[in-house]
C-alpha cells in the first residue's frame, strides 16, 4: 500500500484588525447593554406584584427568542434575491443584503450576546420571583420553588428558540426582508432629522446675515 498523503483543507483569509475592533465593539455594548437591563430589572423586579414581575420575564424570554430567530435567519437566507429589489431601490433590499453579508457578526450578537444577556437576566428575575413566592407558598421549601421557576425559565426559552429556529429556516427571506425594512425605516428618520436640523440652522444664519 501507498504512503497516505497530506490533505490540505482550505483555510478562509480574515482580516485580524477588523476581528479585534469587532471583538472589542460587542465586549463595549456587551456591558452596556447587560448593565442597562440587569439595573432596570434589579429595579423594577423586587418593587412590583408577582404577577407583574411573572409577564416582565415572559417579556425578556420573549427578546431572546426574537433575537434568536432573527441570528438563525440571517444565516440561512439566500442574498440572491434581494439584489433585484435593491436594484430598484426596494426598502429594506440593501439592508437584507448587508445582513446577509455579514451574518457571522449578526448571528454572534443576535444569538451569543443578546442571548446570553437574556439568560442572566431571566434567571436572576426568576430568583426575584421565587423570593417573593416563598413568603406567601410558605409550606413549600424555598430551594423547591427555586427550582422550579429555573426548570420553566429553560423550558420555555429552549422551547421557544426551538420554536423560532423551525420558523426561521422557512421564513428566512421573508424575516430578514422585514427586519431590513425595519432598520432602513428607522435609519432614515434619523437622517431627516439630522437635515432638518441643519437647514433650519442654515435658515437662521441667513437671517442674521
Not at 125 to 139: M, Q
Not at 175 to 188: A, P, Q, R, S
Amino acid at each position: 500500500m501507498g504512503k497516505n498523503k497530506k490533505i490540505k483543507l482550505y483555510k478562509k483569509k480574515t482580516n485580524n484588525k477588523n476581528n479585534i475592533r469587532w471583538i472589542l465593539v460587542i465586549i463595549f455594548w456587551t456591558l452596556i447593554i447587560a448593565f442597562v437591563i440587569n439595573s432596570l430589572t434589579e429595579f423594577l423586579v423586587p418593587n412590583v406584584s408577582i404577577l407583574s414581575a411573572i409577564v416582565l420575564l415572559l417579556f425578556i424570554i420573549s427578546i431572546g427568542v426574537f433575537f434568536d430567530i432573527i441570528g438563525v435567519a440571517v444565516t440561512a437566507a439566500d442574498e440572491e434575491p434581494f439584489h433585484s429589489l435593491a436594484s430598484r431601490k426596494v426598502k429594506g433590499a440593501s439592508w437584507a443584503v448587508y445582513l446577509i453579508r455579514n451574518a457571522d457578526r449578526v448571528s454572534n450578537f443576535c444569538n451569543d450576546v443578546i442571548g446570553d444577556i437574556v439568560g442572566i437576566i431571566s434567571g436572576a428575575t426568576g430568583a426575584v420571583i421565587a423570593a417573593n413566592l416563598s413568603v406567601y407558598v410558605f409550606y413549600i421549601n424555598k430551594s423547591l420553588i427555586a427550582l422550579i421557576i429555573s426548570s420553566i425559565i429553560a423550558a420555555l426559552t429552549i422551547g421557544g428558540k426551538a420554536i423560532g429556529k423551525n420558523f426561521a429556516f422557512t421564513q428566512a427571506n421573508n424575516i430578514v426582508f422585514y427586519f431590513g425594512y425595519f432598520l432602513e425605516g428607522i435609519l432614515k428618520r434619523k437622517k431627516i432629522k439630522r437635515k432638518r436640523g441643519k437647514d433650519n440652522g442654515g435658515a437662521r444664519k441667513g437671517k442674521l446675515s
